[in-house]
């Protein structure tokens, strides 16, 4: 049978985010031959341009950080927010191999994770909700210790750096915002800013990694000691099906098409389809309009393969994607500049959003997530986050950092949109005048009482954990009553798709008939989310992406060959 291909290893891997990353280092650490393709000239998939963020309920950092946590009380919480979504194997398997995904990966590889003490779950109402330990983040990593591999790496957003391709976080933002202002900030500044100037005379960018870039490098690290064979710009054309099962694909690399056997089988983990138009229409509201923050590259390659092999999609999600309001800024020459608004404006004190008729229509600090849902659900398509001067300097809002002396430039590329009164603004964002005035002075009396009876915003635990602490009485309610008065237009979007293969808890695609296709495995966006489209918290993404990659390398190595050796 060899001479039907080209090569033979024991595993091949479709992409490299942090599904792909996680199955192909299990069946590696378990020793098996593992090739890993990647369809960009990139390495990290959307993991390396996300916040990082990693749900895991029982993690074992979540007690240093003080957190009692319970599976019962995870599983409980699950339900509250999904309903009748929630398939209780899948939700299982997640929860008992989460803790043990960290412990090995930590154990094993370069992955290092730090707990978060303070982070509450997105619905905090709920039965179940915690206010932190669930969520754990990628400790920084020196992107220096990649070597030449750092080429390979996928850039974070350039919208999220700062100088050139400096990474930072919230703690360095407050820090550089205000280093004149203590000791403590200019030293952090400094110590940032010679770091960063070393780094780029080596580098085109800082190699001070964060969130998900620290993660996607340090799982890209973790393969190349494991010994995974990385090829990138490499796409699967077609998966090579026996008798039934899975026993290859051909590759469409640099050099052309190669067959390449697998042993023990295939796992799809190519990002979903985010990046395919056709897809889109198909599945998501306001298509036509919706902006993705997902690599392009990103076009449901892994899900049509599986569809092919007799893979089904799960059609009763939530939500088809995770979504998050995007606003756009076109540039001189023609190309766009997407951001998206996740945590760092919606819930500061002194901002609304409105529609198209000047009315708000939901609570501004609830996930990124929720608010999209309110934008679809209210059609405030597009809708609009309107702010004053005051907030401008100190918040900043989308693509305008905070401390920015003057908005011009923003202003003059049609992104940030401007008026010296309320009315002037409601005419340049083409809502009724009387409307948007109302909806300010609604919110400067609720800035006064700290109570938004409209809305509630400032209410729940999670919106005060994004807001400001040191306002009062309500870290979310701010007036809005310094001009200029300044908007910002924004449209749904996501950051990954939701919908995807169906499973069973071992990560293997489950044929039309509900029976597993031999050698077939599916895991990150191309697995259908075991949230069925909802978002409970954050890192509700990539916690499960690693956690079933895992489980699929260890299904993969237990599992039977389907080649003969």
């Known amino acids: 049978m060899s001479e039907r291909f080209d090569e033979i290893c024991d595993v091949v891997v479709v992409g490299s985010g942090a599904g792909g990353m996680a199955a192909a280092i299990t069946a590696a650490k378990a020793g098996l031959d593992v090739l890993l393709i990647e369809k960009s000239e990139f390495v990290g998939g959307s993991t390396a341009v996300s916040g990082g963020a990693i749900w895991v309920p029982e993690n074992p950092h979540a007690a240093k950080a003080g957190h009692a946590d319970s599976r019962e009380a995870a599983m409980t919480y699950v339900e509250a927010v999904l309903g009748n979504r929630l398939q209780p194997d899948l939700m299982r398997a997640f929860l008992d191999n989460g803790p043990e995904m960290v412990r090995f990966f930590e154990s094993e590889t370069a992955l290092r994770f730090e707990a978060r003490a303070y982070s509450p779950d997105y619905q905090p109402e709920q039965p179940g909700a915690s206010k932190g330990g669930r969520t754990i983040d990628p400790a920084p990593y020196d992107g220096n210790d990649l ?30 915002v205000g280093r004149f202002h203590s000791l403590a900030n200019f030293r952090h500044s400094a110590k940032l800013l010679l770091q960063h100037a070393l780094d780029r005379l080596r580098h085109p960018r800082g190699a001070r990694l964060l969130m998900g870039n620290a993660l ?6 973790s393969a190349r000691l494991a010994g995974v064979d990385l090829r990138v710009e490499t796409a699967a054309g077609s998966l090579i099906v026996d008798d039934g099962s899975v026993v290859g694909l051909v590759a469409k690399g640099p050099n052309g098409e190669r067959r390449i056997g697998a042993r023990r089988g295939v796992a799809l983990a190519s990002g979903g389809f985010p990046a395919n138009a056709t897809m889109r229409s198909e599945h998501m509201p306001h298509a036509d309009v919706h902006r993705s923050m997902a690599p392009a ?60 008729e000047g009315r708000r229509f939901a609570n501004e600090a609830t996930s990124y997530h929720g608010f999209v849902e309110a934008m679809h659900a209210n059609g405030a398509v597009p809708a609009f986050l309107v702010c004053d001067s005051a907030f401008l300097r100190k918040y900043g809002l989308g693509l305008v950092h905070p401390g920015l002396k003057s908005p011009k430039a923003f202003v003059e590329t049609g992104y940030l949109f401007e008026g010296g009164d ?15 005035a109302a909806e300010i002075a609604g919110m400067n009396e609720a800035a006064r009482s700290g109570v938004d009876p409209a809305f509630g915003k400032g209410t729940s635990e999670y919106n005060r954990y ?16 310094t001009g200029p008065f300044y908007a ?13 293969l169906i499973c069973d808890p071992q990560a293997r695609v489950l044929g039309r008939d509900e029976r597993p296709i031999p050698g077939l495995y599916a895991c990150g966006n191309d697995m259908n989310s075991i949230m069925a489209g909802a978002y409970p918290g954050a890192g509700i993404t990539l916690g499960p992406a690693l956690t079933f990659g895992f489980i699929a390398g260890r299904a993969l190595a237990a599992g039977p060959d389907h080649l003969p050796r």
């Open 147 to 176: 070597g030449a591999d750092f080429a390979l790496l996928r850039p974070p957003l350039k919208e999220f750096t700062v100088l050139g391709g400096m990474m930072v976080n919230r703690k360095d933002i407050d820090a550089l």
């Open 466 to 481: 994004l807001g400001d602490p040191a306002r009062k009485p309500n870290p979310c309610l701010g007036p809005i009553e």
């Open 488 to 500: 910002v237009k924004v449209w749904p979007g996501d950051i990954g798709t939701a919908t995807g």
């Open 297 to 356: 590259t990103d076009t449901g390659d892994g899900i049509v393969l599986g569809l092919g092999a007799g893979g089904s999609l799960r059609d009763d999600n939530i939500g088809a994607a995770f979504w998050t309001p995007v606003s756009v800024m076109r540039k001189q020459d023609g190309s766009e500049v997407q951001f998206p608004h996740l945590i760092l404006d919606r819930a500061k004190p002194g901002l609304i959003a409105v529609d198209g």
């Open 422 to 436: 309320i009315a002037a603004l409601a005419e340049r964002i083409g809502v009724p005048a009387a409307a948007l």
């Open 216 to 221: 996607a490098g340090r799982l890209l690290k």
